[in-house]
């Protein structure tokens, strides 16, 4: 009503509704199609760099890696930067053994897959299926690398693929287990991802193509009203 009283017509609203919607529609579009898979891929690679750097290891925390158990004492000087290191494996089942070490630091270059440290003044003792034995080997200096790949880097879900990657994934036999991975437990979460893209920008275009005829359709029955 009151843009009737300006002398506009609901008509005349149509053009400049879809022209907003289509700019709606390409923006959305935009960043479902570019912008967030880009995103996700930089954030990852952010974690990546995080996790092979000394913002992993709180002292005094048990941090586990799968099988590995890590566990630091405290911080401490640039001559040894870890103190009171203690790494258990349980990967072996019986024959599952820890070491210990007074001094550790932590070596580059891994990449943000794995934690390699280089150990000093340190043991590794080692479980015997035979329970009235054990062993114990004593170490002047040992490097051990933790792998950490599965949580520093996991492989990229359907969400974090670009579009032309979610048909690729799509058009891949069904028993193929990469397509059975991405798909997820209830084996919708490639097509979901798909439609989701799709539907999304061209929601905002329809719905400036409803809003208007609906517009106008309630200014008529309030006219009749009166």
Sequence with gaps: IAMRACGVSVPRLLPPALALGAIAALISGYILFDVQPRARHSMRAMVRQLAGSLDVIEPGRFLVFGDRLLYVHELGDSTCPYQGVLVGDSGDGERSFYTSARCASLSS??????????????????????????????????????????????????????????????????DDPERARLAGKDGTWIDVQIQRRIAFPFASLLLAVIAVPLGKRLVGLQDRKH
């Design 109 to 174: 270059g891994s990449g943000g897959h794995e934690l390699a440290f280089a150990l000093r003044d340190g043991s590794i003792h080692l479980r015997d299926p035979d329970p009235t034995r054990y062993r114990r080997i004593q170490f002047e200096t040992m490097r051990l690398s933790i792998d950490i790949s599965r949580y520093s880097d996991p492989p990229p879900g359907a969400r974090d693929l670009l579009f032309s990657e979610l048909l690729a994934a799509k058009r891949r036999p069904l």
